[in-house]
Nanobody, 126 residues
């Protein structure tokens, strides 16, 4: 059974950092595209970053480029989202998601993934 569990959210001041974790079970994570998405109250879910299962290439939304990174630890079957220089507009519930359709395509930042975690809240406020 495919399962994704996010952790690491919390309250942080503007300019601070957080590391989110997405632990996978029931499948080998590096064979899947893994994406991080977020959803703020009253807004649509948006793609933040993803890492491709085919070649480990990464993609970032313009709003987080230069501030977020998405490393993967295959030994722990976990993908992380390192978030630096956080801003109040980064406040949202963050979700990780998995897509097994890696053949001949790279990961995308559209919420078209098959498997989703339950989400973790990130609040950036002074």
């Amino acid at each position: 059974q495919v399962q994704l569990v996010e952790s690491g959210g919390g309250l942080v001041q503007p300019g601070g950092s957080l590391r989110l974790s997405c632990a996978a079970s029931g499948f080998t994570l590096d064979y899947y595209h893994i994406g991080w998405f977020r959803q703020a109250p009253g807004k649509e879910r948006e793609g933040v970053s993803c890492i491709s299962g085919s070649d480990s290439s990464t993609n970032y939304a313009d709003s987080v480029k230069g501030r977020f990174t998405i490393p993967r630890d295959n030994a722990k079957n976990t993908v992380y989202l390192h978030m630096n220089n956080l801003k109040p507009e980064d406040t949202a519930v963050y979700y990780c998601a998995a897509d097994p359709r890696v053949l001949f395509r790279l990961c995308v930042l559209r919420p078209s993934y098959d498997y989703w975690g339950q989400g973790t809240q990130v609040t950036v406020s002074s």
